[in-house]
């Protein structure tokens, strides 16, 4: 999810993954935006609907209730990772965040494929691709990571995790 200021920045909020809610609009409007960087399937619900069906469903308001406490957990990680300096040990601490997905780490490997570009990243962790990518090569010259390929990074997870202090 992100936004695009006036002055034509582009701040990335969040990156979501199968299964999460998003898009909490305000009197019928958003300030955000959505790009699918695979391919997805989005349910949209109507506020009044979906209130009488988690009337008639308590297990559907646990559920839901259960997923919003997650994601506002996830939103307070990610806003304490945008304090983290150096900017290396920024980046270091949002790939290990991003070992929870299987969607994208291997664990048997320790491959993690970016579903999403190094510009993507730059701009979720407030910083200019420049800085994203000297931070990169100060994690890979420190054997915290190797690049396979554009996408892909081998992890050498606790090294890193005793970098970033988890």
Known sequence: MSHLGEDGTRTVFAFHWPGDIFGLGEKRAYISTAVALTE????????????VALLHAPQLQNDLLLKSTAELRMSQHNRLLLTLHPASRKI???????????????????VLTLPFSRN????FLDMKIETASRA???????????????????????????????
Do not use: I, W, Y
């Open 136 to 166: 990169m090569s100060a994690l890979e010259a420190a054997k915290f990571v190797e690049r396979l390929s554009a996408r892909s990074l081998k992890l050498h997870l606790p090294s890193m995790k005793r970098f970033v202090g988890t």
């Open 120 to 123: 993507d990243m730059a701009a």
């Open 92 to 110: 270091a601490a949002f790939l290990v965040q991003l070992t929870a997905h299987a969607q994208c780490f291997n664990e048997t490997t320790s």
């Open 40 to 51: 997805v399937a989005v349910l949209r619900f109507n506020r009044d609907k979906l209130r």
